[in-house]
């Protein structure tokens, strides 16, 4: 096997053991450590697309090295953005859980507190 | 191979669609305070003349209008295209967003005592981001452009449905959020693949070089998913209702009217621009699948909400399932193509005003009553006839009933699906506009009664009139031109290929 079949399958693998934690963990921060495990198979994935668009005297291709660097920037301010929301939302009710049932009161939430 | 596109005359237009909210969101965040108001109000008659003038260039060009940025033309550069639909919905944008903005002048005014309030701060400065987010949708020519065009979208969201600060509001934007970091991901995926396969990520050289390869499959099925997440579409909807109707009213229309349209419009490009060629694998049915799904889902639970903010989420999710129903009705070179492409993206602008005006509609209802609870309803109609006019001429569109835009949309998928021949799809139209009819009814029926009514607050009848006048539009969309159909058929790839073998 050649390298880049092999980290294809190291991406492969990534993103899904990220989709699984993503999809059966209740926890949001754990969740959100999920996006970031799939977040590094796809930026794997732009690895292996640029080391095969080599051409002449490039050994890579410059344009999805390019783009991973936006993709990392944008996966971290959205992580750091979820931060912030779980921060809060613990600030303001003590427990972090998505369960929507959690929020509807007696009356179906129909006034602010 | 085309030549290399270059920038066409008055390319220069969609730059400062994307320039002048960017330039906005800067000039408010350095100016502070009260400014931030000011410059999202000031701007929006500049934003909607520079969307009616890509409208008429583009009319008058009859073909999309391009600006390759920095003069690169791609796949070296990255090119900005307006095509009919882009133009159409950079005005419905331009349309909305200030009404939005004009209603919540009344609940984020900085307070007269503080200099700067975090509300407010926030609410202005996210509005206008949506408005450049969504520029960049519509007139963006890149893949990859449009991602983080589509985060930007989510970014500038996210705030706006938890602004109030209350903790509901932050586990609902939680799962907004969660959700959206799914589907941005597996777009992205999808990108890389097919930048491997083809070597640029540019709409039109892409659907140049689309060749059947399984990479392209593989891309298309997770771009799709990410895309559908986004745009909660059945099953993938359920962190829809409870963002949307805990946020605050003028923020719900910008969320529930145009924001979901955002990354519909990427659906659209992605399988009627980039993946005509490819061979119909039964992605189209699934599609459809999903949609009629979601009408018939949404609709049923849209009946049993108690509560009017849910119920118009409920039956977004709803009407976002009708649209899902051009892939099966638009796609291809059939006689019918045409009818079906037009009834979806009648859908888009008819929905896009009337929900936003039953939300607009729902917030002075909340305000006057201090409850928006549809079973305590009674006589309210008497004492705010306008709000229920508002709701009721949303709620024809919604309905599908004439006159109104969502007459248009319904009956134009109804012709495409009997002219086809998939009877299927028409029986999902019928179905739900009775189940609309059912839930419009119940907002209705309680309120026409002749109990007395107390009121909190006297309703607000600049708030009123704004939610009025949208819904206006929508009902007047049922009356467009044959010309309208044309304008939106501009740059449409199945007609540029229909005269080849």
């Not at chain 2, 209350?166 to 995926?189: D, K, Q, V």
């Amino acid at each position: 096997m050649s390298p880049p079949i092999i980290a294809g399958f190291v991406g492969a693998g990534l993103v899904g053991l990220g989709l699984y934690a993503l999809i059966v963990n209740p926890e949001p921060l754990k969740k959100l450590l999920a996006f970031n495990l799939i977040g590094s198979g796809v930026f794997l994935v732009f690895g292996i697309v640029a080391r095969r668009g080599a051409v002449g005297v490039f050994p890579f291709d410059p344009v999805p090295q390019a783009m991973v660097i936006t993709g990392i920037v944008v996966a971290f301010a959205a992580s750091a953005l979820a931060v912030a929301l779980m921060l809060r939302l613990a600030e303001e009710s003590g427990r972090v859980t998505l369960d929507p049932d959690a929020w509807t009161k007696p009356d179906d939430g129909a006034e602010g507190p | 191979m085309t030549p290399a596109e270059t920038t066409t005359s008055s390319g220069a237009l969609l730059v400062l669609a994307i320039l002048l909210p960017s330039a906005g969101i800067l000039a408010s965040f350095a100016l502070g305070g009260r400014n931030a108001e000011r410059i999202a109000l000031g701007s929006a008659p500049l934003a909607l003349a520079i969307a009616l003038s890509v409208l008429a260039e583009v009319w008058r060009a009859g073909r999309p209008i391009v600006y390759a940025i920095a003069g690169l033309s791609p796949p070296l550069g990255i090119a900005l295209r307006a095509d009919g639909i882009s133009a159409v919905m950079l005005v419905t944008s331009a349309l909305i967003i200030p009404a939005a903005g004009l209603y919540a002048r009344a609940g984020f005014a900085t307070p007269p005592a503080e200099r700067e309030s975090r509300k407010a701060f926030t609410f202005w400065i996210m509005l206008q981001a949506i408005s450049a987010a969504l520029a960049i949708i519509f007139v963006s020519g890149d893949l990859f452009n449009l991602y983080v065009a589509l985060e930007l979208l989510t970014f500038a969201a996210l705030p706006l449905a938890c602004v109030e600060g209350r903790a509901e509001t932050f586990a609902a934007a939680l799962r907004y959020l969660l959700f959206a970091l799914f589907g941005s991901i597996f777009y992205l995926l999808g990108a890389a693949l097919l930048y491997g396969a083809f070597g640029t990520l540019d709409i039109a050289l892409l659907a140049e070089r689309m060749r059947p390869l399984p990479a392209v499959t593989a891309a298309a099925a997770l771009m799709s998913a990410g895309l559908l997440a986004k745009t909660a579409l059945f099953p993938l909807h359920l962190w829809l209702p409870p963002a949307h109707a805990n946020a605050p009213a003028p923020a719900s229309a910008v969320l529930s009217g145009l924001v979901v349209k955002g990354s519909f419009f990427l659906t659209l490009r992605l399988w009627f621009y980039v993946l005509p060629a490819l061979p119909a694998v039964g992605f189209d049915a699934i599609l459809g699948a999903l949609g009629s799904g979601a009408v018939v889902f949404g609709s049923v639970l849209a009946l049993m909400q108690p509560r009017l903010k849910l119920l118009i989420a409920y039956s977004t999710i709803a009407q976002i399932g009708y649209l899902f129903l051009i892939f099966p009705l638009g796609s291809g070179l059939h006689a019918w193509t045409a009818d079906g492409w037009n009834g979806g993206l009648m859908q888009v602008l008819a929905h896009a005003f009337a929900k936003a005006a039953m939300f607009l509609a729902a917030g002075v209802l909340y305000e006057s009553l201090g409850h928006d609870k549809i079973a305590k309803f009674s006589g309210a109609a008497k004492a705010m006839p306008m709000t229920f006019l508002t709701l009721g001429l949303g709620g024809l569109s919604l309905m599908g009933l004439p006159p109104s835009g969502g007459f248009a949309a319904k009956w134009l998928l109804l012709r495409a699906s009997v002219a086809s021949g998939q009877w299927v799809w028409a029986l999902v139209l019928l179905v739900g506009g009775l189940l609309a009819a059912g839930y419009v009814y119940r907002i209705l029926a309680p309120a026409l009664s002749s109990d007395p009514v107390a009121l909190k607050a006297p309703p607000r009848r600049a708030g009123e009139a704004i939610a009025l006048s949208l819904a206006l539009v929508a009902v007047v969309l049922g009356f467009a031109p044959e010309s309208f159909f044309q304008l939106l058929d501009i740059g449409r790839p199945a007609l540029a290929t229909a005269g080849l073998p």
